[in-house]
């Protein structure tokens, strides 16, 4: 705030030969310390209230902004995963066709252990995706939760 002392101590040159002319010695000083921090304080209190607006105005912005920018990633994230484990099912449905090809007759005995493991790799690879995005979101959820009771 070097610019507003500046002002202010020109300010308070004026004010100290009225208050040399009224203020005892002991007084002077007090007085000029004393007006120079009220002066200040409204200063400070007047341009707080004209850009107040202005400024929530700017925060606003930038965490829209934020906001968009952190939804476009997420959104990124979620397709690239979408993509591998929707491939991952279809290979887990093309891999379960096979085994009811075999009960119905058109897939050989020897050809049906390793679809059935190929199937149970798949349906577990999956399930695992599966909970890992659902303990993803319970911790999200936990730590939005204690951080909201702190405050």
């Known amino acids: 705030m070097g610019e507003l002392d500046r002002v202010l101590d020109t300010v308070m040159k004026d004010k100290a030969e009225l208050i040399m002319q009224e203020a005892t010695e002991e007084e002077r000083e007090e007085i000029i310390t004393s ?6 304080r409204e200063i400070i209190a007047e341009i707080r209230k004209e850009y107040k607006e202005e400024l929530i105005q700017e925060a606003y912005s930038e965490a829209k902004k934020a906001s968009e920018r952190q939804k476009i990633e997420d959104l990124k ?5 979408g993509f591998l484990l929707a491939f ?5 449905v093309n891999q379960t066709t096979d085994i009811i090809g ?3 007759g058109t897939v050989t005995v020897d ?17 695992g995706a599966y909970l890992y995005s659902f303990l993803q979101k319970v911790i999200s959820i936990y730590d939005e939760w204690k951080s909201n009771k702190r405050e």
């Open 35 to 40: 007006l120079r921090e009220h002066k200040k």
């Open 77 to 81: 994230s979620l397709m690239w995963s």
């Open 88 to 92: 991952i099912v279809g290979l887990a």
């Open 102 to 104: 075999y009960y119905k």
């Open 111 to 127: 050809k049906i252990w390793p679809t059935a493991m190929i199937t149970i790799i798949l349906c577990l690879i999956c399930l």
